[in-house]
């Protein structure tokens, strides 16, 4: 089963001051980036929550974000003015510098303004085991999306079928079309001048070899039956979908660069359009 890699998910635990909350969203991306928000973690801790959302999320960027139940009544937490101040005069410099503006709320959130002497995450294991829930509703979105992200693509592939299916039917009759033509004006061109008839037909017979199209046809309907295969395995397919969409995008381009039918062309440039939108879902599997 293919999985997207759009998803989110949170848990909460604790009460009252003690209540905290993960929450972990994940975009596409080539491969797996991790950011962290709303808390400094041990470089241990960090390293076991990477190596967890390494396991279970595999690709794709995540925001994993935590959010700590403080309140001003709160005698166990104080405002960092010295990081608030740090972050003011980086995000200054990187505006001066790059002519870029950059608003804060992308940056941080509130709780990352404040320094937690008594800290709520300080249970390593119940930290870990809310992680690993978090990254398993994630997993549940994914699927979920998954599911609809195949359904359009099998949609579409059964489409590029059919079209195939027609330009197929049409080759013998397009082929003997463009033998005659080839002909007739060969013939025009020598109409007063003696040349060998078997020799012309063997010229012909040479062009329509060049310009057949069978081979990109066969290669088109492995690569098919090879994309149907590979979107039904429970492992991550995205990239390898992505490679078999080139290749299958290939064989399209050849063979409207062979053909000298507007039908097949026409066909052709419907199929290029089915391609593109498979690839812009393809780039969203995990």
Sequence with gaps: MIQSMTGYGNTTSGK?????????????????????????????????IRDIISAKLVRGTV?????????????????????????????????KKYKKRIN????????????????????????????KSTCNKVVIMRKQEGVLLKKDIDKRIAKLKNILDSIEKQIPLESRKRSNKLKKRISDLLES????????????????EKSDITEEVVRLRSHFIQFKKISRENKPAGKRLAFLLQEISREINTIGSKSFSEKIINKVIMMKDEAEKIREQVQNIL
């Design 104 to 131: 804060i709320d992308n940056v941080m959130n509130i709780n990352d303004f404040f320094q937690t002497r008594n800290d709520n995450l300080s249970d390593f294991n119940e930290l870990l085991k809310n992680i």
């Design 63 to 95: 925001f994993i974000n935590f959010d700590q139940n403080l309140t001003s009544n709160d005698e166990a937490s104080h405002f960092n003015e010295e990081r608030f101040e740090m972050l003011l005069s980086v995000i200054d410099r990187i505006e």
């Design 16 to 48: 009252g001051s003690n209540r905290f909350t993960i929450s972990i969203k994940t975009v596409n991306a080539r491969f797996l980036d991790i950011k962290f928000k709303g808390c400094d973690l041990e470089p241990n801790v960090e390293k076991e």
């Design 193 to 208: 001048s003696q040349f060998d008839e078997s020799r012309l037909n063997q010229e012909i017979a040479l062009l329509s």
